[in-house]
């Protein structure tokens, strides 16, 4: 399962939750349905794994775009 995947569908959960991304709750539930994945047998990206351990978002992780000038 891909990384934006993994994000789209926790985005969608918690919205339907009605639950803040970035909030206490939210993190439980990323953790959560992380962990439900991998009970399963789904692959997750090593990048899923470092964000949650680092206590970042995967629901609100937004890509910084550079610009060049």
């Not at 993994?6 to 962990?35: C, P, R």
């Not at 949650?52 to 992780?61: F, P």
Request: net charge positive; hydrophobic share 45%.
């Amino acid at each position: 399962m891909t990384f934006e995947t993994i994000q789209s569908n926790l985005q969608t959960m918690l919205k339907l939750a009605d639950v803040k991304v970035g909030t206490k709750k939210a993190i439980e539930f990323e953790h959560v349905y992380v962990l439900a994945l991998r009970d399963v047998g789904i692959q997750i990206p090593a990048a899923v794994d470092m964000m949650l351990l680092s206590g970042r978002s995967v629901a609100g992780y937004k890509e910084q775009v550079q610009r060049v000038h």
